[in-house]
């Protein structure tokens, strides 16, 4: 081997090890990030798995309190019906607070005798159920969770299928250190160079979480 041979290969070598070096650590930085971001995608899971229970319970109270205002209507109706004005008054005051403001509403419509007025409370705007908006904000909070930790577990893969790419410099610059041709060295050391340029413009592209 001439003294100019052995120059080009210890060059070859020194860009190699230089590539080794600094791909090891973008790996295992990538790596970090990877399960970082499955962190993160797992606790928004949890978080919002919290939330479509939390939606539910206020949605369960919705119900019940609905079941309630139609069935005690249902008994104002038959006794308003039957002429039992006793029983009528009796079951007025047991109207929940929520109820008589649709109740009061409905009739200032004046609904026996105006045809455009809602059939009956229950499809005045006034009625709002104790729950149901809570519910409604708890399912939102769930779906913007959710849709989080899929944007968190895509980020998460994104990292992994860089340490990919940084495990195929990794095995492109140790080749060539393996061949006795300097051209073909080379031309993989610097295939190896390209690669690692590629993952860097991905790394930067990427969100950082520490």
């Given at each position: 081997m001439t003294g100019h041979e052995d120059r080009t290969?210890?060059?070859?070598?020194?860009?190699?090890?230089?590539?080794?070096?600094?791909?090891?650590?973008?790996?295992?930085?990538?790596?970090?990030?990877?399960?970082?971001?499955?962190?993160?995608?797992s606790i928004a899971f949890s978080r919002a798995s919290t939330q479509r229970i939390e939606a539910a319970r206020d949605m369960g109270e919705a119900n019940a309190a609905r079941q309630f205002d139609l069935t005690i209507f249902s008994a104002y109706v038959q006794a308003r019906g039957a002429g039992e004005d006793d029983v009528v008054a009796f079951i007025e005051d047991r109207f929940t607070d929520h109820f008589r403001v649709a109740y009061d509403a409905w009739l200032e419509l004046d609904p026996l005798e105006n045809p455009d007025a809602p059939a009956g409370p229950f499809a005045m705007p006034e009625y709002r159920v104790p729950g149901e908006?809570?519910?409604a904000s708890a399912d939102d909070r769930a779906d913007a969770l959710f849709a989080t930790a899929l944007e968190n577990n895509a980020r998460g893969d994104r990292y992994t299928l860089l340490t990919v790419l940084f495990a195929l410099v990794l095995f492109f610059a140790a080749v060539s250190g393996r061949l006795d041709s300097h051209v073909a060295g080379w031309v993989v050391l610097g295939l190896a160079g390209a690669l690692l340029l590629t993952g860097i413009g991905f790394l930067i592209s990427f969100p950082v979480i520490i």
């Open positions: 290969l210890t060059r070859r070598e020194l860009v190699a090890v230089i590539l080794l070096s600094v791909t090891a650590i973008l790996t295992a930085w990538s790596g970090f990030e990877s399960s970082k971001w499955s962190g993160e995608m908006a809570d519910a």
